[in-house]
């Protein structure tokens, strides 16, 4: 894995899902990202729109924003038409970049976006079509279910449809849209979970509209998906925006595995060895003042309290 510099993930679903916001908010920009082909030529940006504004997206272009150059995005164009050619290329680019040799070019992850502004249509024949004939072998795909703020204005008129007065169906509306969610999302469940390839978890997605929104529970979420772990290293190391989920992660796979085989093994701790372990999760932080002469009493405080580690990390310029 030490080969692999940028962590690759393939994004679908059908237009309007929000792909594009997501992927400024898990990037941290409010810019557009960069686009290049296949070889690696950005291709003018006057030509991008102009393919993008009659609805048209080149699955082996790559979309890598400046903010986060760590992450490359493929964007898959919606096939909820019935366009035979259109799903049968995204096919044969999954199952091609799923199973490559080159681990730079390997997709490393899926997100499926389903907005829940279309609720009363979250599981179209494109979704069923992907998930019962689309293998995408060690690849994970995660449903995201994007816009589900929607929900809180079905809420209001729902409650007041029951003759509540607005300041009390306001006072409802959280507990009424929580519902709503809970009911759309067994929904989705319920289809996708009997498909022959399904999805491997479902994540509701809030608030990506706002600038600044946090996606830890996104990254987190695909970590877990992950079965390798130099995968879920890179995946935590290129995000830039939770310093938190770089010490859980090594708190987990690095410390937790240490004290269970000392333990096992009866024997002492090289703290040296283990400090080089965990600092394979920062990469993207620079450490300030001497690690080494601390180590112990930093790892009593990882083991302790690890949000105590904080005071001595900061980010990369």
């Known amino acids: 894995m030490e080969d692999i510099k940028r962590f690759r993930v393939l994004v679908m679903g059908r237009a309007n899902a929000g792909k594009t916001t997501i992927l ?9 990202p960069e686009i290049f082909d296949g070889k690696g ?4 940006n006057a030509v991008v729109q102009g393919t993008l504004g009659r609805g048209y997206h080149n699955i082996e272009h790559e979309l890598v924003f400046q903010s986060n150059p760590g992450y490359v995005f493929h964007d898959s164009s919606g096939f909820e038409a019935g366009s035979t050619q259109q799903f049968e290329s995204m096919k044969k680019f999954v199952i091609s970049h799923a199973t490559t040799n080159s681990l730079e070019n390997r997709i490393h992850a899926i997100w499926y976006c389903i907005p829940m502004t279309d609720y009363e249509r979250t599981v179209t024949a494109a979704e069923q079509k992907f998930f019962n004939e689309c293998d995408t072998g060690h690849v994970p795909v995660v449903v995201l279910l994007t816009k ?4 809180h204005l079905v809420a209001v008129e729902e409650l007041l449809d029951e003759g509540l007065e607005m300041e009390e169906a306001e006072r409802g509306t959280i507990a009424r849209a929580s519902q709503l969610l809970e009911k759309w999302q067994v929904h989705i469940r319920h289809i996708l ?8 978890f479902y994540l509701p997605l809030t608030k990506m509209h706002e600038e600044g929104t ?3 529970a996104l990254i987190q979420c695909t970590a877990s998906a992950l079965n390798e772990e130099g995968l879920e290293r890179l995946l935590i190391s290129t995000q830039q925006s ?3 989920l770089c010490i859980e992660f090594a708190m987990r796979k690095v410390v937790g595995r240490v ?3 000392r333990k096992k093994e009866g024997q002492g701790l090289d703290m040296k060895g283990l400090e080089s372990s965990i600092l394979g999760w920062f990469p993207n ?4 003042g001497d690690i080494r002469t601390s180590s112990t009493m930093l790892f009593t405080e990882w083991f302790d309290h690890w949000t105590g580690w904080l005071s001595v990390i900061s980010w990369k310029a």
Do not use: E
Request: hydrophobic fraction near 35%; charge should be positive.
């Open 285 to 288: 932080h620079t450490f300030v």
């Open 41 to 44: 030529k950005k291709i003018d």
């Open 24 to 32: 400024q908010r898990v990037c941290n920009t409010v810019d557009k």
């Open 193 to 200: 979970d009997r498909c022959k390839f399904p999805p491997k």
């Open 259 to 261: 004290l269970r085989d």
């Open 214 to 216: 946090d996606c830890a």
């Open 148 to 151: 589900v703020d929607v929900f």
């Open 242 to 244: 939770s310093i938190a």
